[in-house]
């Protein structure tokens, strides 16, 4: 007798990624079609839904992210159903999703919200970790409670909030870059944030907002099922609150930056003794260097290509991430861009029929606006999997959609360093040549403006700590306004620019 084979499914929409995106998208379809199934299929047991969502301006928004089990999502809308595996291979043609349980899931509409996993400087090195989801988050916080220092690799948002979190232990953070948080900021806004590094960080710890729902006993059984290594959602920006990042030793903040290099080999401990090489000790400011190898014997090595090497207990790899597209690229003709992602055009479509792709997956495709850019950040993948989910359903329905206002101007508000950071439009005057000028305004340790100006009008800017002119700017930007009578007093504090453009 044949055995019995497991229930096939069919949904007019499937949506595949229990992120932001992919649960964005499965909530906006299933409030626009309240009478039918939307089926949403994921590798975890936990989802990521957005909470207390604001709309701050037109285009900037602040929300929380809170990981839910699938089944709060499901008493939320009782027309989505959470099937919990994973993708084993998409048959376009055919219109059907094959899942490692051995189902087949049949749709209308996909949109797939895989997500990205983490680049790592090197596959298989137990030393080495990347850090994306919150299972890695708590892998790391354990490893670091033995350590007494541990290298980062990378210069983007999780590296800059690593370091500035990570407390006694020695932080030796290697960037290719020649200042932090090049993905973000310019060398001014860098300056500005690398003094409080070096200050004491103020002990009061504001509760975090996200509840996390651990899934330890789930973890087990969902790993064996899943294989250990499978992705999770993306961390989000207050991801470290709650974790408790403290090495062994007794000190606040040791950091040394080394700038412009990359990794060039790593060894481990008996592999470093049989090259001779030597190790440099942790720099000590100011003091006179006189010890010139290290003498301890570290479980791994990093040689940078500035020709330098460092001992450490383990190696964070935060040097950015890949598109998650693998299990869907088998048999179907997907345009890729230049990232790895999915191409999408303006109505979030793929270059397959019927499928569509939101958030860290794709790669937007459509002609953008001269002040947007895509960026693999929360607030992106919220606004693509609502979009997404509209675009869908006006093809259902035969009805057209214009591209969504979100798009017309890059918004993004976050924390680092304890401060709040807004980055808008074109803020590290991305794409704009030598044809430009840059207006600052900085008080230490308080705050730091800088606006992208070209021809007399605002392109972009980067505002960190309380300023409030995030609205007028924004305005400002997407209105094009004249601005070259005011010269330098643009930013002069003492000017109120909300009393002439608001």
């Not at 043609?93 to 797939?112: A, M, N, P, R």
């Not at 330098?308 to 299990?327: H, L, M, Q, R, W």
Request: contains cysteine; charged residues 25%.
């Amino acid at each position: 007798m044949e055995a019995a084979r497991p229930p096939s499914t069919a949904g007019r929409f499937v949506v595949v990624g229990g992120g932001i995106a992919g649960v964005t998208c499965a909530e906006q379809l299933a409030i626009q079609f309240p009478s039918e199934d939307i089926l949403l299929i994921t590798a975890h047991p936990v989802i990521k839904a957005v909470t207390n969502f604001k709309q701050v301006s037109k285009v900037l928004e602040e929300f929380d992210v809170e990981e839910q089990p699938k089944t709060m999502l499901e008493n939320r809308f009782p027309n989505i159903k959470v099937i919990q595996s994973e993708v084993k291979q998409l048959k376009s043609k055919e219109h059907c999703i094959l899942t490692g349980d051995g189902s087949q899931h049949v749709y209308k509409k996909l949109c797939l919200c895989a997500g990205a996993k983490p680049k790592l400087i090197c596959e298989g090195n137990p030393y080495v970790l990347g850090i994306r989801d919150t299972d890695s988050a708590q892998e790391f916080q354990k490893q670091l409670t033995k350590a007494k220092r541990v290298m980062i690799i990378g210069n983007g948002g999780i590296a800059l909030e690593l370091v500035y979190e990570i407390e006694g232990c020695e932080v030796i953070w290697a960037i290719k870059d020649k200042a932090i948080g090049n993905t973000f900021f310019d060398a001014g806004a860098a300056e500005f944030l690398t003094s409080k590094l070096i200050a004491e960080k103020p002990e009061a710890r504001i509760a975090h907002k996200r509840t996390r729902y651990t899934t330890e006993g789930r973890k087990k059984e969902a790993q064996t099922k899943s294989g250990a290594g499978n992705l999770g959602s993306a961390l989000g920006p207050d991801w470290h609150e709650g974790l408790n990042l403290k090495g062994t030793k007794e000190f606040s903040h040791k950091v040394h930056i080394e700038t412009m290099c990359e990794v060039k080999k790593i060894y481990l401990q008996e592999e470093f003794r049989i090259s001779k090489k030597k190790s440099l000790p942790f720099p000590r400011d100011h003091c006179n260097q006189s010890v010139t190898t290290d003498k301890e014997a570290w479980p791994v090595y990093v040689e940078l290509t500035n020709e330098k090497t460092y001992g450490c207990d383990f190696i964070v790899s935060a040097t950015g991430v890949i598109p998650n597209t693998e299990p869907f690229l088998c048999g179907n003709n997907f345009d890729l861009g230049e990232d790895g992602g999915l191409k999408v055009d303006a109505h979030m479509h793929t270059s397959v029929s019927d499928v569509y792709a939101a958030g860290d997956i794709c790669t937007a495709s459509w002609p953008p606006s001269p002040f947007w850019q895509q960026m693999r950040l929360w607030t992106q993948a919220r606004q693509m999997g609502w979009y997404a989910a509209k675009c869908m359903a006006a093809a259902i329905l035969g009805e057209s959609i214009d591209l969504d206002f979100s798009f017309e101007l890059f918004a993004h508000v976050t924390k680092f360093f304890n401060y709040k950071v807004v980055l808008l439009g074109k803020y590290n005057a991305q794409g704009l040549g030598s044809d430009h000028e840059l207006m600052l305004r900085c008080t230490k340790g308080q705050e730091y403006v800088k606006v992208v100006m070209q021809n007399g009008q605002m392109m972009g800017a980067v505002l960190i700590g309380e300023t409030d002119l995030e609205e007028t700017f924004e305005n400002l930007i997407l209105n094009q306004t004249d601005l070259s009578s005011y010269g330098e007093d643009l930013l002069d504090p003492n000017i109120d620019l909300e009393d002439y453009f608001d």
